[in-house]
Each structure stands twice: as C-alpha cells, then as structure tokens.
C-alpha cells in the first residue's frame, strides 16, 4: 500500500531546526531532519528553557538529586530551581501536543533529553534521567512516538522511529473518520506482517484483542489495542523476525512461482537474515513478482511499503 502524502505533525526541540536558542546562543541544527525528513513533516518546534522565560545567552541548568527527588536548577545557582516551570510548561502545550504523531528531543538536555540525561548525586554524575519537559510529554502522551535526533543516526532506531510515526499517523485519521470493530480489524489485516516483523507472538495477541466476545466496550478494546500495538513496535525488528515474514508473505506466491523463481527468493532471503543484503533487496523482489502475481491483501498490507521510498530506510537496515 503506498503511503499517503500529507504532512505529518512532529514535534521538535526548536535548537535542532537552527534556532539559536541553546543557552550559549548556539544552535544544534540536525541536517538529516532539515534536508530529508522535512519534506515528510510538518514540524512544530519549541524550547521550553525559552518559553519558561530563560533568556539566551543563559546559565545552564542540569538535573540533581535532593532528598530522593529530581530538581532542574542552575549549573552554578542552586537557588535558581526550574523544575515546576518545566512540566507546568509542558503541560500548557498539551492542546497541540495531542495533534502530534511523534517527536523528536534534543538528546543529553535537562529539558528535553528522552533518556540517559545526567542527574547529579552530590556532585557525582549517573546516566540515567529523563529531561523535565519530555517527561511529562510521554505521561500524558504515551504513545507518542519519541526520539532523540543522536539516535536517529542508527539507522535501525532511524527506521523504528519513522515507522511508528506513519503508523501513529494512520491510527488517528482512522479513529477521526469514527471507529468501529471492522475497521479496527481492517487497520490490523495492514498491519499484521509490520507488528510480526517486530514480534510474532505479540502480533498475534493484538489480533486476538479483536476477536474476543467479551463484552467490552469499543473504547476499551481501541485503547487496549493501541497500548500494545506502540509497544510491540518499540521492539527493533530483527533480521530472523523479518526473515520469517517475508518467508510467511512468499507463501501467497507458492502456487505461481516456479522451482527457479522460489530458490532464487529463498537464497536472497537467506542472503538478507546472514546480513549479505539489505531488508530492500529481498522486499524488491517480492514487489516484482506480485506485480505479476497480484494479490489484495498483500498490496493493502504496509509491511511492503511502509513509508515513502524516498526516504530509503530499508536500504540501511
């Protein structure tokens, strides 16, 4: 199924876009988000040290532990403690935060960072914190897509990331166009083969959650389902979990191929999941040969085109 191309609303830290807004009046312009992904989003930039009334230049801020609880203060001014400003700021923004499919912080930041942010013990530092403003995002929101701009480098968690905002995307327009229990199994049905990639057990456990005949409310059965949907796409996919979809997908084709075509597939296949090749290679051919072979529910299923090809994430991974 090819995706649409409307832009989608994420979420940024204003500092990854070039605003000089850091507290040394520098900036931390990402290329990859301002050359590549803005073709693809709609970005909604903000810097909650600014908007708490931090002017630029600054002193920084950093995260320490007082009386077992974490407070936001001054580098060099204790006195100056930021920490209710911080979630109260990020709590006034959830009008258009819950417009968002996902997000994308600035890693390492008091404010911001999404994980392993330092947090001070008597002067000692531990890799282990959430930044103030973020935290408080993924509590009200949290399903929301989240990632650092440092981690986007890797191109696994590059396409993770991308992959739960599409799908993220594509949940809301479905629950806005009003949801009921065929569509909710619809929306499965074109999902199935990206949730098995990531897991095949979980994959099968969601599509259990639509069968049930307890009588569960249709809310409740939505929520349920997105809860584990979110989660279950967390999960890296692996080549041996991808291997194994793509081995259950060429099964659609057994009766069409003949002895050639299904070894030459099953050596690329074997070729990917040795890491010889690329996840595009193996997907590549599949293509081809449903192109000749078509089939509905393969074509309405995203596993074979989960995000625009431009952007050329299965060619990383």
């Not at 320490?64 to 403690?81: K, M, P, Y």
């Not at 890799?127 to 408080?136: A, E, P, Q, S, V």
């Not at 090749?277 to 529910?297: A, D, E, M, S």
């Amino acid at each position: 199924m090819v995706e649409s191309s409307h832009h989608i609303k994420v979420g940024i830290s204003s500092c990854l876009l070039g605003a000089k807004v850091r507290f040394d009046s520098g900036h931390k312009k990402n290329s990859y988000v301002t050359n590549v992904l803005k073709d693809y989003f709609e970005f909604h930039s903000f810097c909650p040290e600014v908007e708490i009334g931090l002017g630029i230049p600054r002193e920084s801020i950093r995260l320490v532990s007082v009386n077992d609880q974490i407070r936001c203060v001054g580098t060099r001014t204790a006195e100056l403690d930021v920490t209710e400003d911080l979630y109260e700021i990020s709590e006034e923004q959830k009008s258009w935060h819950q417009d968002l499919c996902g997000y994308i912080v600035k890693k390492d930041s008091p404010s911001c960072g999404m994980e392993r942010v330092k947090i001070y013990h008597s002067g000692m530092p531990t890799k282990n914190g959430i930044g103030l403003y973020t935290k408080r995002l993924i509590e009200n929101f949290p399903y929301l897509p989240i990632e650092e701009e440092g981690r986007l480098e890797d191109p696994h968690l590059r396409e993770n990331f991308i992959q739960r905002v599409f799908i993220y995307s594509r949940w809301k327009a479905m629950l806005q166009e009003g949801v009921s229990i065929s569509k909710l199994q619809k929306f499965h049905a074109n999902h199935k083969y990206v949730l098995m990639s990531h897991n095949q057990t979980k994959a099968k456990k969601l599509g259990n959650l639509l069968s049930r005949n307890e009588n569960i409310s249709l809310h409740a059965i939505a929520d349920d389902y997105l809860e584990n949907m979110m989660q279950t796409l967390k999960l890296v996919a692996t080549r041996k979990n991808h291997s194994n979809t793509l081995l259950h997908i060429q099964g659609y084709l057994k009766k069409h191929l003949d002895t050639d075509d299904k070894a030459e597939l099953n050596e690329v296949i074997d070729d990917y999941r040795n890491c010889l090749l690329p996840l595009i290679v193996p997907i590549t051919l599949l293509r081809h040969h449903f192109r000749k072979y078509p089939n509905q529910y393969i074509t309405e299923s995203y596993y074979m085109n989960p995000h625009p090809s431009e952007l050329m994430l299965l060619n990383k991974i």
